[in-house]
């Protein structure tokens, strides 16, 4: 009787190898400090949402950034009930500006409506936002409370930090819509309309041209027979002057706000036969002008 094969060693499988999470590097504001080689105090704010929220020890690496463009490489250097240092250690490359100058001039927004907008708006990379306040706006007087400006800086602050924007934009005091208009000096003016306002304008003439946001050819505006500008026509005068971007509130523009727009020379835009919510406009026509002018960027700020 043949004597029995001996066991064979059970093969283990190949191990698949361990997928790594990159470890996500904290980025701390700092505004108003000349960022050099050498130790740096955080601010109230940023010490304890790195000593209590990240639970960060001596040693841990950190970006540090200035809001105008400044960025460090730095270690956490001490952590006490007195301050917290970190030591800066090398400048570091910030992330490229949108090469465009977009302000966002808003109305404001009720709640976190409005935050939610600010948000966006930093991470899409608008250079400003301006707040402003229309014939149906839902906020009134409350509008320009100096803690709103407060909060919104707070919320954009917050973007560029998550989104790795080494630039926070100003958010400018609340202005009445005829002021907010005066201020878009030689900047591109878009008007963001629904497609039966355009149909309602007065006689197309020049300041009442249309933009259309696909194609290169002009080409009349759908359903209206008015004359279209194409963003790409747009490109060459946006990237010199910048542009000036009008959304409206929940309860829509007056006629005449569109009226007197059109009559300062914005240009009315519509993205498309649907009609978009108030809080979300700017975050889709952001992305429509960062999509027509996205080779367009530029360096942030030397030191």
Same mark, same amino acid.
Do not use: N
């Given at each position: 009787? *043949? $004597?029995?094969?001996? $066991?064979? *060693?059970?093969?283990?499988? @190949?191990?698949? *190898?361990?997928?790594?999470?990159?470890?996500?590097? @904290?980025?701390?504001? %700092?505004?108003?400090?000349? =960022?050099?080689?050498?130790?740096?105090? =955080?601010?109230?704010?940023?010490?304890?949402?790195?000593?209590?929220?990240l639970r960060a020890r001596v040693g841990? +690496?950190?970006?540090?950034?200035?809001?105008?463009?400044?960025?460090?490489?730095?270690? %956490?250097?001490?952590?006490?009930?007195?301050?917290? =240092?970190?030591?800066?250690? $090398?400048? @570091? @490359?910030?992330?490229?500006?949108?090469? %465009?100058e977009v302000v966002l001039a808003q109305a404001v927004l009720r709640g976190e409506r409005m935050d939610e907008v600010v948000r966006d708006a930093t991470m899409l990379g608008v250079a400003g936002v301006q707040p402003m306040t229309t014939a149906h706006d839902a906020v009134g007087g409350r509008a320009g409370s100096p803690r709103l400006r407060e909060r919104w800086l707070r919320v954009a602050i917050a973007s560029a930090k998550q989104c790795g924007r080494a630039v926070v934009p100003p958010i400018a005091a609340v202005l009445p819509f005829d002021a907010a208009i005066v201020a878009r000096g030689d900047r591109v003016? =878009?008007?963001l309309v629904e497609p039966a306002a355009v149909a309602r304008l007065p006689h197309p003439g020049r300041g009442a041209v249309a933009v259309s946001s696909s194609g290169e050819e002009a080409a009349p505006l759908s359903g209206t027979g008015r004359p279209t500008v194409s963003l790409e026509e747009l490109r060459t005068q946006a990237c010199a002057s910048g542009a000036h971007v009008l959304v409206g509130p929940e309860g829509g523009w007056e006629p005449g706000e569109i009226v007197g727009a059109v009559a300062a020379g914005y240009h009315p835009w519509t993205l498309g036969a649907l009609t978009l919510r108030a809080d979300v406009m700017?975050?889709?026509?952001?992305?429509?002008?960062?999509? +027509?002018?996205?080779? %367009?960027?530029?360096?942030?700020p030397g030191p």
């Open positions: 009787m *043949p $004597a029995p094969e001996a $066991a064979q *060693p059970h093969a283990s499988p @190949a191990q698949e *190898p361990t997928a790594t999470i990159p470890t996500v590097t @904290a980025r701390l504001h %700092v505004a108003g400090a000349r =960022l050099a080689a050498g130790p740096l105090e =955080l601010p109230s704010d940023e010490a304890h949402h790195l000593q209590h929220v841990t +690496s950190v970006r540090v950034f200035d809001g105008a463009g400044h960025e460090w490489d730095a270690r %956490v250097a001490r952590i006490d009930r007195r301050a917290v =240092l970190v030591d800066l250690v $090398a400048p @570091a @490359a910030a992330r490229p500006e949108w090469g %465009v003016g =878009l008007l700017a975050l889709c026509a952001l992305s429509v002008l960062r999509y +027509s002018w996205r080779e %367009v960027l530029r360096d942030p």
